[in-house]
Structure formats: C-alpha cells, structure tokens
C-alpha cells in the first residue's frame, strides 16, 4: 500500500458545500484509506487535496469516477511521500 494525493478542483457557483460532499461521497466508495484531507475555498472553486492510502488501482478508480461528476473541473493523483498534519480549529477559534 502506497500514499496518494488526490487533487480535486469543483465549481462552486452557488458558496455551498455540496461538490465537496458528493466528491467525499465518491471516495468513500472506493477501496482506500483517507489518511488527511484540505479543503480551499475561493469565489467560485472549491479546491481539495485528499490524502489516501491504498494500491494505484483504486486510487484510479476513484479518480475515474469523480471526473464523471459535474461539478468537478479537474482530478488528479500523485504519489504523496508525507501526509501534513491538519490543524482542527474549535468553533470560536482564530488561526494565527
């Protein structure tokens, strides 16, 4: 088992956040392990890197079927050799 990142760009015409959901949807069907995930909200993209663990076959498989998506504008995956660390904030909580 390798790691992969996942990179996800959606369209995100409308501020909310159900691209992401129905893209989380997507890989949570597939056979791999999310170890670590990045969301980056802008005026009209959403872009996710989504951090797995599992063999390249699934990796494209899950890549596949989010390409088919509407919403997504691009996908891709490469080998990831370190998963980042993600800071969680509280609700009420500034970063920085």
């Excluded at 170890?35 to 498989?61: A, C, P, R």
Aim: glycine share 6%.
């Amino acid at each position: 088992m390798n790691n992969y990142k996942i990179s996800i760009t959606l369209l995100n015409n409308d501020g909310s956040v159900d691209p992401v959901v129905r893209a989380l949807n997507v890989i949570r069907r597939g056979k791999v392990n999310v170890k670590s995930m990045l969301t980056y909200f802008n005026q009209n993209h959403v872009n996710v890197e989504v951090y797995v663990e599992g063999i390249e076959d699934e990796v494209n498989w899950v890549c596949n079927k989010l390409n088919k998506l509407y919403d997504v504008v691009n996908v891709s995956y490469s080998t990831s050799i370190s998963i980042p660390k993600v800071q969680s904030l509280q609700v009420g909580e500034r970063n920085g």
